[in-house]
């Protein structure tokens, strides 16, 4: 049993390491406090192969593995969530449930584009009485001559309205099962289709610099051959995509306590009270070895779980690790940057101190792509518990 990434992985990390702090560290602040979506550093992404990493070779991808990815999005996120979050949204949300589910033909006509990035895609699966219980959607969609039209609104949806967006795939209800529960499947929505409107981004708490709006689709019109993989699938499309979202999210909650870790090292061996560096005393060293705790911890679990899906394992064993993985890292970098900001003193608090939106950041972890409790819910469940 190996606990280091391979040779080629940690080289890989220092590529990643340089652009993001050649390209986007020096901006974070500006990007933040802007509420700036950066479209060309996003493309230069694209042209470094980042949203690739996972893709097909026929498809422009480098046909690499899913540890990669945790790899790339760690690094984005030890110095920019906002451009961590977009990577992991891109490909986790954007390009995996096409990946995954399409067919040749959707594959060709979308994702050379999202691959290099050219282009971003959005999952639109929640809406304003829909989120941990997606069953409860209302969004329909209703074949016609040959077309679905689509009619209702979508909520929080990643990378959906900003000039690189093209398509998004859309949950939709087409129908009623034989046990009387809704169908729900996958309507793929390109963005320029009268009748879909992305709305004004949202003013959130954090995360100021990746894309986020509510969408509105009114007698949306798309060709029946939008459908994506089987009518009737789309829950569980949706379910999968986020068991593998999940782990990503926790890399990305890996480079932020990962990033307070750093931060609040060196701060403590720079900043003297009492005449001596804080870091000589207990209270503040003891605050910083935690923090080094919960990387460690947050980096094994989180890679583990990559592991396991790209070994392929048991869907089982997969799903349990990835929920675990996703609980413990974004539980812990909410606490890593409670910590950080409490080492830098009132300086933490100071919006020109990255501990600042590292803190403003780290919650909305515990939220997306799962909650904290659908995390509990899940592990319980791999328990063999009973629990609703
Ligand atoms: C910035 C941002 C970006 C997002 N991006 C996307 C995106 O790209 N695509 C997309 O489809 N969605 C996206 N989301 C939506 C996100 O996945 C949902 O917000 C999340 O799943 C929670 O749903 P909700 O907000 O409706 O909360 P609710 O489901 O209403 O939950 C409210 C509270 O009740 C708790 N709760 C609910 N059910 C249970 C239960 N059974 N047991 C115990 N507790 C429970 C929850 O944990 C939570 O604390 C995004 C959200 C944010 C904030």
């Known amino acids: 049993m190996s606990f280091q990434l391979s040779r080629e992985h940690e080289e890989f990390r220092g590529s990643v390491r340089e652009f ?4 986007i560290a020096p901006h974070a602040a500006e990007w933040d406090k802007k509420h700036h979506f950066p479209v060309e550093t996003v493309r230069e992404m694209g042209e470094l192969g980042l949203f690739g990493l996972t893709a097909p070779e026929e498809y422009g991808g480098a046909g690499g593995d899913f540890t990669s990815l945790c790899v790339a999005i760690e690094e984005l996120g030890r110095v920019d969530q906002s451009m961590g979050i977009t990577l992991e949204a891109a490909v986790g949300l954007g390009i995996n449930p096409l990946q995954t589910f399409g067919s040749e033909e959707h594959k060709q006509r979308w994702l050379p584009d999202l691959v290099a990035g050219r282009a971003l895609a959005g999952f639109g699966l929640t809406e304003a009485g829909a989120g941990s219980d997606a ?4 969004t329909r969609a209703e074949l016609h001559d040959g077309h679905w039209v689509v009619n209702g609104s979508k909520q929080f949806i990643t990378n959906s309205g900003n000039d690189l967006t093209t398509v998004v ?3 939709a ?3 009623q099962r034989s046990d009387g529960r809704p169908e729900i499947s996958t ?3 390109p963005a320029d289709t009268p009748g879909f409107v992305a709305e004004p981004a949202y003013d959130k708490l954090g995360w100021h610099a990746s894309d986020t709006h509510p969408l509105t689709l009114t007698d949306a019109r798309v060709p029946a051959d939008h459908l994506l993989g089987e009518r009737g699938r789309g829950l569980a499309q949706f379910l999968a ?4 979202g999940r782990v990503a999210i926790a890399a990305l909650a890996v480079g ?3 990033a307070c870790l750093e931060l609040s090292t060196r701060y403590a061996g720079e900043r003297t009270t009492f005449s001596v560096p804080i870091g000589r005393k207990q209270g503040v060293a003891f605050q910083v070895a935690d923090l080094a705790v919960m990387a460690e911890a947050a980096r094994t679990l989180t890679y583990k779980a990559a592991a396991l899906k790209d070994a392929a394992a048991r869907h089982d064993d997969f799903k349990q690790a990835a929920a675990i993985a996703k609980l413990y890292a974004t539980e812990s970098a909410v606490t890593a940057t409670r910590v950080a900001t409490q080492v830098f003193g009132g300086y933490g608090f100071m919006e020109e101190y990255p501990v600042a939106r590292f803190y403003r950041d780290a919650k909305v972890l515990e939220i997306g792509e799962g909650t904290s409790e659908i995390q509990r819910m899940v592990i319980a469940r791999g328990l063999g518990l009973p629990v609703e």
């Open 135 to 138: 069953s409860g959607l209302r």
């Open 187 to 189: 309507i793929v929505v």
């Open 256 to 258: 932020c306590i990962q």
């Open 20 to 23: 993001a702090q050649d390209r």
């Open 173 to 175: 209800r087409t129908g």
């Open 241 to 244: 995509t986020l068991d593998d």
């Open 169 to 171: 795939s859309v949950a």
